[in-house]
């Protein structure tokens, strides 16, 4: 067939583009062989696939079943299969060249290491290509939550969630535990016939014949995404793409508050491309969450603690949305690459909250996410103010904090202003379709900056404004930072009311934003007396705000001005929520007072068995710093 001379063209040019973008990721660095927070050795022997096949055990707090991995030889003389497991009970290993025929297989389970778990050792013929882990889960596997009845909306049946991130999947599935490995997973879940099944994946509205909730990703996602929930849940559809799924008693207000998420991805879509993932549902789970959202793929797993009647909070749902192109679609190497995930993943919850509710909704989440960064800094290790930490942490866990978050956002921000938004924008598009479905590592992060932004854009940006950004433990003297006028105002009238020449009761908070309020609680000058503060909670009633967000900072600011009176309601707060965002500033206000101490260990050894084990030690940590 002859081509057209324009026909030619087309095809030369796209010959072009497709050696350029070969070319382009040939230059970048390597991903690193090893995962620091995991024994895994993908570059030997790498996990393609994951099946699982469990049932659900209430009485005994525990997953119980198999494990069935698909095995890559990336080494063809490699013959130790090296996973990652924490507190599982291993009881059979089998492999397989075809799924039909299966043989014992030698393994050995290593001491537990208090951090990484044990290293499960698995020795495999040249030819295997399946290894399947009989197991059972342990009652205090760190990933999972037992609620009984009584911690639940509907208070008749138990509920179990799961939160793998960073490094939990491991305490409940047998594999490679690391984001440097991503496969598509399938599974079989058997749950008692009252409740209902649902994961990170394809789901079927009803059981198969056997009685397993059958569910498949197609797309390969790391271990921290595989999520699970069982529990007396309902579902709602929200939009063509969208629903929410929860408790009976909560569907109907949580419907209501999130019924605009389509809306926010086709802006997403607009921005960023294509949403790949097929559906996005949340679900909305108990108060002991501890976290605001989780991106789980095709469903965020959320916390209740956002649903106030008035939409107000759902710039949450917009930062788990966003993170289906960045942490899901791109996802960091390694857990030292974390801002990758969640820097990114702030910049374009800015940017959808700038286009879906206006620049001014938009400024004041940034100012308050650059409060957050502060707050982060001063109760943070040196290492760990910074995007990069010169050598990895030894517990994700414990460095986990806002850093990642607001620092990385603000470095993007600053690499936008000095481009340009229309190139930047261009930029992160190609970022996302370059690295699909694939992990990355900063040096790679780097590397493609400087081939597709910065080689177009000469002058603009230096080498050592970027390791500035990323090396140094505080944001670089010329970073662009938020202003937001609706919070000066606020600070105006603080002042005035602090001066005593505005009356508690002329307050004109009445159109306030719940961002309003937060701010003039949050940053309120340590002068405030006892006085005003028992003024401000017998006027608005502060402490019995159904907001939880603003609760939290009503008693973190009660506490910390010395009004004791507020220590009964503010232990009642913090055993009716899990979300240790909310947790952790009540408690730092405890131990920071007289007194307060022995009254948040005693509120705490109440509080523990109703939150979940990563809430549970991150309070617990507290203590053992101060």
């Given amino acids: 067939m002859l081509l057209s001379k324009n026909d030619a063209r087309r095809v030369v040019l796209a010959a072009a583009l497709l050696m350029s973008s070969v070319l382009a990721r040939a230059a970048e660095p390597p991903l690193p062989d090893r995962d620091p927070h995991s024994y895994a050795n993908p570059s030997q022997l790498k996990v393609t696939n994951v099946a699982l096949q469990l049932s659900v055990d209430f009485d005994r ?9 698909q095995i890559a030889h990336v080494d063809p003389a490699a013959r130790e299969l090296l996973l990652d497991t924490r507190d599982l009970t291993i009881t059979d290993v089998d492999s397989s060249t075809d799924g039909k025929a299966w043989k014992k297989a030698a393994y050995l389970l290593a001491a537990r290491d208090a951090v990484l778990g044990s290293k499960l050792s698995i020795d495999l013929p040249l030819d295997a290509q399946r290894v399947r882990i009989r197991y059972h889960s342990a009652s205090t596997a760190s990933a999972l939550q037992w609620l009984t009845p009584a911690q639940t909306s509907g208070k008749k049946l138990p509920f179990l969630f799961t939160q793998s991130q960073a490094i939990h999947a491991r305490s409940w ?16 879940i058997f749950a008692p016939k009252a409740l209902r099944a649902v994961m990170s994946a394809q789901m079927h509205e009803q059981p198969a014949a056997d009685g397993a909730w059958e569910f498949d990703m197609p797309q390969a996602i790391p271990s921290y995404l595989i999520a699970l929930a069982v529990g007396d849940i309902a579902f709602k559809s929200t939009g063509a793409r969208t629903g929410v799924y929860a408790e009976p008693a909560m569907l109907d207000r949580a419907a209501y508050e999130f019924a605009e998420t389509e809306k926010t991805m086709d802006l997403a879509e607009a921005l960023y491309g294509s949403y790949r ?18 991106e789980n793929p095709r469903l965020t797993f959320a916390t209740p603690t956002v649903i106030t009647g ?4 759902v710039s949450l749902i917009t930062h788990e949305l966003s993170h289906s192109w960045s942490g899901n679609l791109v996802t960091n190497a390694t857990w030292s690459d974390f801002w990758l995930n969640e820097g990114f993943t702030t910049y374009l919850t800015n940017r959808l909250n700038e286009a879906q509710f206006g620049a001014a909704f938009a400024d004041m989440e940034r100012v308050l ?10 109760h943070a290790e040196a290492a760990d103010r910074a995007l990069l930490r010169a050598t990895p942490a030894r517990d994700p866990d414990e460095v986990f904090s806002s850093v990642p978050y607001e620092h990385g956002a603000l470095f993007l921000v600053w690499l936008e202003t000095q481009v340009g938004r229309p190139a930047f924008d261009r930029f992160l598009r190609g970022w996302f379709d370059d690295h699909a479905f694939k992990s990355a590592s900063t040096a790679q992060f780097v590397a493609y900056l400087n081939e597709h932004l ?13 390791d500035e950004w990323l090396q140094a433990p505080q944001l670089p003297a010329y970073a662009v930072l938020p202003k937001s006028d609706a919070f000066t105002q606020v600070e105006a009238t603080r002042a005035a009311w602090l001066a005593g020449s505005l009356k508690t009761e002329a307050l004109p908070t009445a159109d306030w934003a719940v961002q309003q309020w937060q701010h003039f609680l949050d940053t309120m000058p340590a002068s405030i007396s006892l006085a005003q503060l028992q003024a401000l909670d017998q006027q608005f009633g502060l402490s019995k705000s159904r907001n939880a967000i603003l609760a939290g900072s009503w008693f973190r600011l009660a506490i910390a001005g010395g009004d004791r009176a507020q220590w009964p309601a503010a232990a009642g707060y913090v055993q009716s ?3 240790m965002r909310l947790l952790e500033p009540v408690y730092r206000a405890w131990i920071a007072q007289p007194g307060g101490r022995a009254f948040a260990e005693k509120t705490f050894a109440k509080a523990r068995d109703g939150y979940h084990p990563i809430a549970a030690e991150t309070v617990a940590r507290l203590f053992k710093k101060s």
């Fill in 277 to 294: 993932w097929g559906r996005y549902d949340l679900l909305i789970l108990p108060p002991s969450f501890p976290y605001g959202g989780m």
């Fill in 369 to 378: 996410g650059l409060q957050d960064l502060r707050d982060a800094e001063e």
């Fill in 61 to 69: 707090k525990r997953l119980i079943g198999s494990s069935e991995l």
């Fill in 454 to 466: 910065l080689a177009q854009n000469p002058g603009k940006v230096s080498t050592a404004q970027i």
């Fill in 310 to 313: 008035d939409r107000k909070l």
């Fill in 577 to 579: 929520v899990g979300r």
């Fill in 173 to 188: 599935i047998p594999l490679q535990d690391t984001p440097l490995v991503r496969a598509p997973y399938q599974a079989r």
